[in-house]
Structures are given as C-alpha cells and as structure tokens.
C-alpha cells in the first residue's frame, strides 16, 4: 500500500481564494482524520470520519472550512474564503477500527503546507 | 480543561545514552496512550500504544511506561543513535472517545 497520499505538497493562495486540500486514506481503513499543525498550536484535529460519515467536527475553525467523503477512499478538506491564518501544515490521516484493540496507531500522510498571502 | 504537557526544550544526549521524555496530562483519564515520531516536513509516524492496564511496553530499543495515578507517560530509547533525532509526540486518548490528541512535542537531539 503506498500509504495515505494528500495532494498538493505545497500550496501557496492570495487571501479569499478557495484552497482545496485532498486525501486518500489507506484501503479498508474505516477511519480518516483531517489535522492542522502550527508553532503555535501543535497539531488540531479538526474533523474526522467513521465509514465516510462525520462524526465530529468541533475542532473546524469556522464556517469557512468544510470537510467532504464521498466515498471509502477520497476525502477534501475545502477553505473559503482563505486568510492568512489559514497558513499552516494539513495532514490526513487514516487507521482501521478498534486501534484500542488491535494496538494500531493512525498513518499520517505528509501533509500539505499551506500559505495564504 | 484537558492539557498535555510535553518539554518543550529540545533534549539533547551523546549517542549511546539512553533519552527520556516526559509526558504529563491533566484532567484526562485516558484509556490508552499513543507516541509518535515526526521528523522536519513529514508527518507523525506512530511508533508505541500503551492501555491503562499495562504498566510498559517495549518494542526493539524504546520503552514506554504509563503511570494513570502520576498521569505520567516516560518514553526511552536505549543505545540512542543520531538517526533517532526527531520530534516525539504523546497523545493520550480524549477522554473516552478513542481519539488521541496531541502534545506539542519534544524535540530529541543525539550527538555522536
């Protein structure tokens, strides 16, 4: 498996763009997890899923972030209008259910690092 | 409120020395605790899960201890080596949720 693989690496966006952030997670992983990673911060979880379904979304900053999966193996992470301090690291992240069981921690994928000028 | 404490000054060690990182939490009684690793432009990379009802976990050279009435993880690596510079990160499980959260980190240096 070649992993959880978020695209774009890199996106650089003038303020009040839309910026689109995607994901694949790993294949019959029931689990997917969009975080953000500051200086300031650490790292936030913002939303995740349970078999294509939010289940929480409490750490979404505002109205202007929205999370989407429509299926098992694609997920997008959507800011609109973007602001400057949108800027930050966005990873994905993925993990089969029961990690509490089976002992398995969450696959990161490498992040996209955003900028909004 | 829930808080993770991890040092966040960088540990820095000769090679061959054992590190040791801490992990404080307050106001979680978590059910398991995950430590991950993550070096500069990458992501995490898990590397240890530890349950409340076990005391360590041991896995090549890292060791994980756990202690619920202290709220205190300890992570070592023994026979520590350049390459195991990087930045670890504790997540207990939020409170119920099977969902970790993280600490900042701490930021280990080996020396050689």
């Known amino acids: 498996d070649a992993g959880v693989i978020q695209s774009p690496r890199h996106e650089v966006t003038e303020m009040g763009q839309e910026v689109t952030l995607r994901c694949k997670p790993i294949?019959?992983?029931?689990?997917l997890f969009w975080y953000r990673q500051t200086m300031m911060r650490g790292l936030e979880l913002l939303i995740y899923f349970n078999n294509n379904v939010p289940i929480d979304d409490s750490g979404m900053p505002e109205d202007r972030f929205s999370a989407k999966m429509p299926n098992a193996s694609f997920s997008t992470l959507k800011i609109q209008p973007s602001e400057p301090r949108d800027s930050a690291v966005y990873f994905c992240?993925?993990?089969?259910?029961?990690?509490?069981?089976?002992?398995?921690?969450?696959?990161f994928g490498s992040g996209t690092r955003l900028t909004v000028v | 409120s829930q808080k993770i404490e991890q040092n966040s000054e960088a540990l820095n060690i000769q090679e061959g020395k054992t590190a040791t990182l801490t992990c404080n939490y307050t106001n979680y009684s978590p059910a398991y605790l995950q430590w991950y690793r993550q070096d500069p432009g990458r992501g995490p990379v898990f590397l240890l899960l530890i349950r409340e009802n076990e005391k360590e976990k041991r896995k090549e050279r890292l060791k994980v201890t756990f202690d619920t009435t202290l709220k205190q993880s300890l992570f070592h690596i023994t026979a520590s080596q350049p390459a195991d510079s990087a930045t670890y990160l504790c997540?207990?499980?939020?409170?119920?949720?099977?969902?970790?959260?993280f600490g900042r980190g701490t930021s280990l240096i080996v020396h050689p």
């Open positions: 294949s019959g992983h029931d689990y």
């Open positions: 997540a207990p499980e939020r409170g119920g949720s099977y969902i970790p959260t």
């Open positions: 992240a993925s993990s089969p259910r029961n990690t509490r069981a089976t002992g398995n921690g969450y696959t």
